[in-house]
């Protein structure tokens, strides 16, 4: 009877044991994984699934969904624009290194996102190609751009005070005019800034949004963050 009873406990551990592997440790734990990626990523708790909104544009005006660009990859996205001055440039290079730097590279797709349609269509693959080969640039119309941002909870906007100008001498294709006190002949002025998200968004194969890539950019934390979000939600 002793025997038994022995027997029966030692199954019962063995079983406990069985359930602990399969469903915790066999779960990533998403708590420690958030701790060991911050500061440099931030982690979402559970990852947002938006894949339905992820429609654009491509260089030739054509609808793109994400999936046909990500093709089961792993997507970093970065909302810039091509005739930013500085900040953009810096940032695709940082993801750039960041990328290089990366055990897993192979399984990320790095995609920029204008958010200045009207000037760079026709330009993104070849800008963003310009800070590595591999990425890709996409773009919406820019109804279906704030619906984007919306829902990634990104923004973007023209310098107020350009803003301003824009809607007392702006015509619709994004460019402004005024006139010469001498010759009082029109002239666009298309030189104009955005304001726009600087962090980096992380979205899996499936196109879930899972973590957040903040301040202050810094290639070798967030290529250890990367590395280790998509080792531990393959």
Not at 81 to 100: A, G
Not at 215 to 234: F, G, Q, T, V
């Amino acid at each position: 009877m002793p025997n038994k009873a022995l027997i029966s406990l030692l199954l019962l551990i063995v079983v406990a044991g069985l359930i602990t592997f399969f469903y915790v440790g066999g779960k990533p734990n998403i708590v420690e994984l958030k701790k060991s990626v911050a500061p440099a990523a931030s982690l979402y708790p559970e990852s947002k699934s938006v894949a339905d909104q992820l429609n654009f544009i491509n260089d030739d005006s054509d609808p793109v969904h994400l999936t046909e660009i990500s093709q089961g990859k792993w997507a970093l996205l970065y909302f810039g624009y091509t005739s930013c001055p500085d900040v953009c440039p810096i940032d695709l290079s940082k993801i750039n290194m960041t990328y290089q730097l990366m055990e897993n590279k192979d399984e990320m797709q790095v995609v920029f996102i204008s958010v200045d349609p009207e000037r760079d269509i026709g330009k993104l693959d070849k800008f963003a190609g310009a800070f590595n080969p591999s990425f890709l640039g996409l773009t919406a119309y820019q109804n279906e751009l704030i619906s984007i941002s919306k829902t990634l909870g990104v923004y973007h906007e023209v310098v107020e005070s350009q803003k301003l100008a824009q809607e007392d001498h702006g015509d619709h294709d994004g460019t402004i005019e005024t006139e010469s006190h001498e010759d009082r002949s029109v002239a666009k002025i298309e030189h104009y800034d955005i304001d726009h998200t600087s962090s980096y968004l992380l979205f899996s194969p499936e196109l879930k949004l899972t973590a957040l890539l903040t301040s202050p950019h810094e290639p070798i934390p967030m290529a250890k963050a990367i590395d280790k979000i998509i080792e531990a939600l393959r």
